[in-house]
């Protein structure tokens, strides 16, 4: 089945950039997604690429899709410290659920 | 701007007991789903709902749950008798397909469950 796979935790300096990677299995995959969660909150969508697309930038937020190395990348510029929380991709295929990685672990030091 | 409630936040329960997760979707949206996230795990898939019934449902969604949509704003998801390993984070999310013909998800802020 699909898999999508996140390493668990990225430590960062106030002002410095992010980047969170994501691999994942499905050639088939049709949009990408961004969410991030703090703590004892929801999901939040923070943003998504069509697989047609290599690259979105989205104010702070640069995606960056791989297709054919399947790696999507989400890079955070000036990374705060507001930023801190857990960032999960997802994938989806068609009209099937999303397919969530394990999520990584963003902490940002003053 | 609209979003979607989840009650209870928290909720304790034995083992074996019936329980009742409820979620107030975003009003005009027609997709719901349930999620959970045992702790420290992924964020996985039980089930999404569409026009009264049920449209997709992960190997999770056993004879166990059950999903019901019983007036014009409630979507709840039932647990029968529920067991240690249910445990878990349960995210409700509801979509209306956007612009790009995509069913963007906006999700709750999650229930608590802890079966001991």
């Known amino acids: 089945g699909e898999d999508v796979e996140q390493s668990l935790f990225l430590s960062v300096r106030e002002g410095d950039s992010s980047v969170i990677n994501c691999t994942y299995t499905?050639?088939?995959?049709?949009?990408l997604y961004w969410y991030k969660q703090e703590p004892g909150a929801g999901l939040q969508l923070l943003t998504y690429?069509?697989?047609?697309?290599d690259m979105k930038q989205d104010q702070r937020l640069t995606v960056l899709l791989n297709k054919k190395d399947k790696h999507l990348s989400l890079r955070i510029a000036d990374t705060q410290t507001g930023d801190s929380a857990i960032y999960f991709c997802?994938?989806?295929?068609?009209?099937?659920?999303?397919?969530f990685g394990s999520g990584t672990r963003l902490q940002v030091q003053p | 701007e609209p979003e979607v409630t989840q009650t209870p936040s928290h909720q304790v329960t034995q083992m074996g007991q019936e329980v009742i997760l409820r979620c107030v979707p975003i009003?005009?949206?027609?997709?719901f789903y349930w999620y959970r996230q045992i702790l420290g795990q992924k964020v996985e898939f039980l089930v999404s709902?569409?026009?009264?019934?049920?449209?997709?449902k992960s190997e999770i969604f056993d004879d166990q749950f059950s999903v019901e949509r019983p007036d014009g704003s409630n979507f709840t998801l039932k647990i029968r008798s529920t067991k240690l390993e249910d445990s878990a984070m349960y995210f409700c999310?509801?979509?209306?397909?956007?612009?790009?013909?995509?069913?963007?998800?906006?999700f709750g802020e999650g229930s608590r469950l802890t079966v001991l």
């Open positions: 999310a509801s979509s209306q397909v956007n612009r790009d013909g995509d069913r963007e998800l906006f």
């Open positions: 499905d050639s088939s995959s049709t949009y």
């Open positions: 690429i069509f697989s047609n697309m």
């Open positions: 997802a994938e989806k295929t068609g009209r099937r659920a999303l397919t």
């Open positions: 009003s005009n949206h027609l997709y």
């Open positions: 709902f569409y026009n009264n019934e049920i449209s997709e």
